[in-house]
């Protein structure tokens, strides 16, 4: 290769690279706080939900409470029931059907 092919190769990889940084941090700047609660809500929910702490699921309901206030803190703007059913989303309390070593049913294909 010649010297001015690698010189141009060289204002590409720069400009790709600063590309590259822009998109960055485009991306990180775009991070929702809401969403991020509601991820990690619902894994500290199905960690919580799936073990028998208490019989009367007192811990469970106190972190469902605890993960609402913070959410609307976020700008959730639905009531608790709500909030409740977003945790319980696809765990094995929506379907009672359901296998234990499958949590969610197998849906029959529709036709």
């Given at each position: 290769?010649?010297?001015?092919?690698?010189?141009?190769?060289?204002?590409?990889?720069?400009?790709?690279?600063?590309?590259?940084?822009?998109?960055?941090?485009?991306?990180?700047?775009?991070?929702?706080?809401?969403?991020?609660?509601i991820?990690?809500?619902?894994?500290?929910y199905r960690?919580?939900?799936?073990?028998?702490?208490?019989?009367?699921?007192r811990?469970?309901?106190?972190?469902?409470?605890?993960?609402?206030?913070?959410?609307?803190?976020?700008?959730?703007?639905?009531?608790?029931?709500?909030?409740?059913?977003?945790?319980?989303?696809?765990?094995?309390?929506?379907?009672?059907?359901?296998?234990?070593r499958?949590?969610?049913?197998?849906?029959?294909?529709?036709?």
């Open positions: 290769m010649n010297l001015d092919k690698l010189r141009q190769l060289a204002g590409q990889a720069d400009e790709l690279a600063a590309e590259l940084r822009t998109q960055l941090a485009r991306a990180e700047a775009g991070r929702d706080p809401l969403g991020v609660h991820f990690a809500s619902r894994a500290s960690r919580t939900s799936g073990h028998d702490h208490s019989k009367s699921g811990r469970t309901e106190t972190e469902l409470q605890m993960s609402y206030a913070r959410a609307c803190s976020l700008g959730f703007r639905g009531g608790h029931e709500m909030w409740e059913l977003l945790m319980r989303c696809g765990t094995c309390e929506d379907a009672p059907a359901a296998h234990p499958n949590p969610l049913p197998i849906q029959p294909p529709s036709t």
